[in-house]
């Protein structure tokens, strides 16, 4: 995963949990669960990221000498 990749994530993940806590303190359970699903997809995308960095050292590891 490159860095430019981590940064984005991880920014969609903490604009997601700002959201959240936000939509909970102003009783907003809209812009809540918007934070919550942002935060969602930012996983699935840190996962999916994950799975290729795993598969390229499983690879690397195979076709090293």
């Given at each position: 995963?490159?860095?430019?990749?981590?940064?984005?994530?991880?920014?969609?993940?903490?604009?997601?949990?700002?959201?959240?806590?936000?939509?909970?303190?102003?009783?907003?359970?809209?812009?809540?669960?918007?934070?919550?699903?942002?935060?969602?997809k930012?996983?699935?995308?840190q996962?999916?990221?994950?799975?290729?960095?795993?598969?390229?050292?499983?690879?690397?590891?195979?076709?090293?000498?």
């Amino acid at each position: 995963m490159s860095f430019a990749d981590k940064a984005k994530n991880k920014a969609e993940e903490l604009a997601g949990k700002v959201k959240e806590k936000t939509g909970a303190v102003a009783g907003n359970e809209d812009l809540e669960a918007d934070g919550q699903a942002d935060q969602a997809k930012a996983g699935v995308k840190q996962g999916g990221e994950h799975l290729k960095d795993v598969a390229g050292d499983a690879k690397n590891s195979f076709t090293k000498d």
